[in-house]
């Protein structure tokens, strides 16, 4: 057996190999590395072998497997880009079932003429009118002031300065006042010329040519009630002058800076109906400024349900809070921060909408400035959905980003086993 101490304990990779002459160890399982041109002290000539393991002979030869593997398995995903962190859309995006449309002059075109078609409807409730018809109907808990003319016991029996809502005649629950002479009279339901004249007949008997007046001091039976966004929500009360959609706002302390005006709604025996502030304020569209009644419910939600989504490759992916206005697909990605100049692939941004009965896509070839005219004068809607697509030397680096460290652990793993 060879001893030569200038050998003896090198770290050779070697592979098993007979030598002649060489005294090989025995009862061991263990072979010895070929070195060449070795001629040592202990007189072997030819080629000298370090001993080494089967054991790491064969840890070798799985991490080189491994390795072969791995790069195999890369590069065929590579080829599709299929392990591409992130969302990906083809151009154009294909989904089934899906209407798929460019963003074109004439899709700009086409979408100003269905919001023209499109035209705010007049609210349809029941009990609609105008204020022209209006007359107030006394209810229960109402107060009446009644004034007889020459005949001041009647008008004022407890005295002339008492507070006429003190003093007054109160409507009764079951919808009833007492007056002298003329007994009980059901007034619910009646204007002041109808009680006005009953009373008259009633104090006929008594008084001759009675010259008689009815007023309403204090309005209690009926009432409208504004919540949401406005300064201060609670029951407006219905009187002798019409309260319509704009008044009550205006009696609620007006709106807050965060109202939805375009979605309003107005509860009327139980049926919700939309009122478009918007189209009242802006376009001067009258017929949303509609008259209330006793127990409409006026809601004034708040814009923060009102959001589009910016996603993919911009400055600041976020939920973007629709202007009072609406909001343009311009608008929004500059709302978001912008384009990524370095990541982003403008010739793909795309417009998600869905609803009940159709979904649609819209897409943008923005590779260059003047196609972001075109964005600016397509409108977005509540809820679409606005991707910017990835550029593709951008998906590609981050798939290395992915493999690396993978690549980086396998060659530790190697050192460590003595592979290498």
Known sequence: MCKDPSIEGQPLRAIREGVAGADLP????????ITAGHTGT?????????????????????????????????MSFLMGCVIAP????????????????????????AQGINESSGAVAKPNLPGNMNDKEYQYHIGPRDVLAVTVWDHPELTIP???FRDPEVAGHLVAEDGTIFFPYAGTVHVAGKTTAE??????????QVIQDPQLDVKVVAFRSQKAYVSGEVSKPGPQPITDVPL???EAISLAGDLTPDADLANVTLTRDGKAQNINLLAMYDKGDVRQNILLTNRDILHVPDRNTQKVFVMGEVANPSSIVMHKRGITLTEAIGDAGGVDPVTSDPTQVYVIRGNENESE??????KSPDALI????????????????????????????????????IRNLGRVTGAE
């Not at 896509?361 to 923005?366: E, G, K, R, S, W």
Request: hydrophobic share 40%; net charge positive.
């Open 158 to 160: 407890a005295g002339q």
């Open 361 to 366: 896509i819209y897409y943008l070839d923005a």
């Open 26 to 33: 025995t009862g061991d399982s263990s072979f010895w590395g």
């Open 244 to 246: 319509t959609v704009a």
């Open 374 to 409: 075109l964005g600016d004068q397509f409108r977005l809607k509540p809820r679409d959905v606005v991707y910017v697509e990835t550029a593709e030397v951008t998906r590609w680096n981050r798939v290395i980003e992915q493999i690396v460290p993978t690549s980086q652990i």
């Open 195 to 204: 009680v006005r004249n009953i009373l008259t007949q009633g104090i006929a």
């Open 42 to 74: 202990c007189g072997c000539s030819g080629r000298f072998i370090q001993r080494e393991s089967y054991a790491d002979s064969a840890n070798a030869t799985t991490i080189w497997m491994i390795k072969k593997v791995v790069v195999v398995v890369s």
């Open 86 to 109: 992130g969302m990906h859309m083809s151009t154009p995006p294909r989904v089934p079932g899906v209407k798929i449309t460019p963003i074109t002059p004439d899709t700009i075109r």
